[in-house]
């Protein structure tokens, strides 16, 4: 198909093609490493600071805890591409952490119980898919905020409020266990990015989805089953909030009915953070990785410091409004240079 | 040189000024003036290496030319000289001259990227010169934004309508603007006015309707009017012909010289240079950044218009009207029957004329598999299949390029490898990037798309690029049936000579073309057969041979043959 072309007719003779130039650009550069290089200066901010931050032993706990919003924002990322948003990730995660610590009490083999939150997972995010798509709803916001109430409502229904302790130590290596001095968790995330990463930008699938975020309409007369990407989009969603909770259980010891409550939000501003663009078409798995990581560092540094839980939260709202300005900023300074 | 004015000698309000031999014609709009210069020479300036005098005659009018006012008429309302322009060392305009008379309608013609986009944007106050002075009424003038150029009643009609669809026809007229009393606005007297601003201009909308339920034609005279209801003295309208049918580019027209004869001056930018015979009152043509022509349009042709343009080898292209290079096959490549029945032959260019809602795009469409069901039967290489979603039709070996490219052939932001890529090699789960990447730049070459690199957002190409991209992708997947709706839509010159190239050599390989256009011309030149369509139906098909722009009008318009 994307073979030697078939139709070569004469009167379109091929000329020798323009060589595309490879230009790495100042605007180019930053516009890759920009994340990354805010990391980089939060944490030399930051060891500054506190001589404990830099440590390896700190360092490897950033990761832990920014393990759960590192697997649930990715899912985030995919849905965010196609211009959609998914207000339900915390509470799906939520429900599967309540669901995958229920199974286990009841006896269910740990690895059984993981699959099946993880099915769950993914099928209460392909219903959000399916209800944007076959009943027409006007916005990803609409299903997935209906969802949000379904799913953290049943979380406690079904949990009674209660948390359920005591989970099984195999299962709680994801969580909590290390591989030598490498946290479970962490593996688990460099493991998904790199999944994510191969399907995003190395599959079909992957560019479909960019195509979708980019104008769907385009995409959808090229051949793309629209309707059937987005359901799958919103499916990836719902299993990377389920796998959230896995970790998340793990490391708690328990599944607890409010857990991921706002992690949806997190999710949303690690992906921003991170460069996507809400109007879709726009978003690398590195960059949301990296906005992830400036979320837990940030409050993990900002405990070192003392700062208080309360100032915590209107420092990390400055940053993700600051990020995104800054992203707006870079890139009207690279279109400026395309245009020309 | 002696010029003589004529009262009421011109449409509307108009003044005509008859220029003796050799003389620039001159129009302006009525004023008063004393009655003692009757029979006397009513001004004598100099103007533009001339001495220009003047007398007037009686006309029908009892009105009189004001001799203090009419030196007015004689400076330009907007003169720019030596206008220069560049983005990152690339020259886009050199020392462009170029003025517009107060009740002109000045057309501004040129292939993509010859300027006028860059020149317009600069009289419209969005981006500054490099070089070279503004002169507004004489007086020189800097523009700081598109604010300042609004203030001195410079309107831009934008090709995409800038207008919010869900209020009202008159809240979109008063945008920014609303007639507040005490803080409240005043819809009656809003209303009221914006109701007259229309009908000034020959339209007759219902002021309360929304937008979003009008014509493309309709939000186009809403436009105009919201540019004209605040002293505008000056429009711009950027290819306001490309997305309407012939009665309602007629209707535009007659809007246009209501506008003229109250003054206001138009500049016309078009591709369609028919048009700028029949409304303009000069032309002016720009070439790679310079102005390579600039007369009254009673003085030039097509012919020289076109050459101005393009150069002479081009033209000779665009006129050759050889039959398709391969001929018509004799195998059946597509076949509808039901209410609709139609068969393209394999190497067959079929053309499919009518007017706007005659049902051409929703033929494409449905054929497509991206319309809405219906009961024609559709059968390829002569099975019959049904085709549900696009999907199934770019699997079958169809292609279709979308009437609109920016809202349905592209993903603009995204780059040119990705769009081209983008209807290939679906039954792959992993891309094959190296081959793709060969595979793109194969018909970059072949195509002769001007990218500057594949990574390029598609969004920075000119139209015929983008188009040619478009293409590009079909060719990319291995099309085989090719459904073109209005393909050479606001591309230049120069790009549409290739893509009738493109068209040809791929009808010559086989490849069955439906090509739909609102340019009857551009079908007559193309097409082996004309299949005419309205109101959902097809209403005739004519050959090459018999084909005629009478006949095929007869039929579009509910004739019979």
Redesign the interface.
Known sequence: ??????????????????K????VSAAGLLRRFGPLLGLLILCGALGAGSERFLTADNLLNVFRQSAVNAIVSLGQLVVIITAGIDLSVGSVLGLCCVVVALLMRAGVPPLVSVALALALGAALGAINGILLTKLHLPHPFIPTLGMMNVARGLALVISGGFPISELPSSFRFWGAGSIGWIPGPVVLVVVFCGVFHVFLS???????I??IG??S?????????VDARLILVYAISGFTAAAGAIVLAGRMNSGFPLAGVGGELDSIAAVVIGGASFLG??GTVSGTLVGALIMGVLRNGLNLLNVSAAWQTVVIGIVIVAAVWVDIVRQHAAER???? | MHYTLSLGSDEGRGLGIQAPAGGLPIRRSLTTCPAKSLGRPLFAIPWHGHTVEGTKELGRSNKWVNPDNHVDQFTPLLEVRDISKS??G?SVLEAVTFDVRPGEVHALVGENGAGKSTLMNIVSGVIRQDAGEMYWQGRPVRLAGPRDARALGINVVHQELALVPHLSVAENIFLGRHPVARGIVQFREMRQRAAQALGELGGAIDVRRPVAELSLAERQLVEIARAVAFQGRLIIMDEPTAPLAGHEAEALFRSIRTLRARGVSVIYISHRLEEIFGIADRVTVLRDGRRVLSQPVAEVTQNQLVRAMIGEELKQRLEMHAPA?GGARTDEALRIQGVINLTVRSGEIVGLAGLAGAGRTELLEWL?G?GRSNTNQLFLGGRAVKLR???D???NGLA?V?DDRK????????SVL?NI?????????????S??QR?A????????I????????AV?LSGGNQQKVVLA?W????ARVFLLDEPTRGIDVGAKAEIY??I???A??G?AVIVASSEIEELLGLADRIVVMHRGRIAGELARAEATEEKIMHLATGGAL
């Open positions: 198909m994307s073979e030697a072309p078939k139709t070569s007719p004469e009167a379109i003779r091929p000329v020798p093609a323009v595309p130039r490879h230009t190395r599959t079909t699938v992957g560019r479909d960019y195509a980019g104008n309409q385009a995409a959808r007369l090229s051949g793309v089953p078409g726009v240079v395309a245009v020309a | 983005f990152s690339v290079a497509f991206a979603t696009p999907k039709a770019v699997r279709l979308p809202m349905k052939g592209l993903v603009l932001g995204a990705q890529a983008l209807a290939g090699g679906r039954s792959l789960f992993f891309i094959r990037a081959q793709e595979s730049e194969h018909w970059i070459g072949a195509l002769r001007k990218v500057a690199g594949l990574g390029q957002p920075y992708k060719l990319f997947a291995g190239d493109l040809r050599a791929l010559g390989e490849t």
